[in-house]
């Protein structure tokens, strides 16, 4: 087969790669976005930062306090098992 041949198929790899690489960071920048909703911090920003900037930007909404919305449920003690 002539190289040029296997050059054009490498290339058509990389951009497959490529594309399947930024889809798989949207899914998971929309999902951390998310976890900034719940947190409290609806702001869209938390979701161009993990989509731009990966671990980083994962770390950063992972570290954000938790602003005390109504999603979360606070617990009675009625809930706990007896011990």
């Not at 198929?9 to 798989?24: D, E, P, R, T």
């Not at 998971?28 to 930007?57: D, H, N, T």
Request: aromatic letters at 18%.
């Amino acid at each position: 087969m002539p190289t040029h041949v296997l050059l054009a198929h490498s290339y058509v790899v990389y951009i497959v790669c490529g594309v399947l690489a930024l889809f798989f960071d949207l899914i998971i920048s929309l999902q951390f976005r998310k976890i900034a909703v719940i947190k409290g911090w609806p702001s869209l920003k938390y979701f161009f930062y993990p989509f731009f900037f990966s671990v980083a930007g994962y770390l950063m909404v992972v570290a954000l306090p938790d602003r005390g919305t109504t999603g979360t449920r606070s617990f009675d003690s009625s809930d706990l098992p007896e011990l």
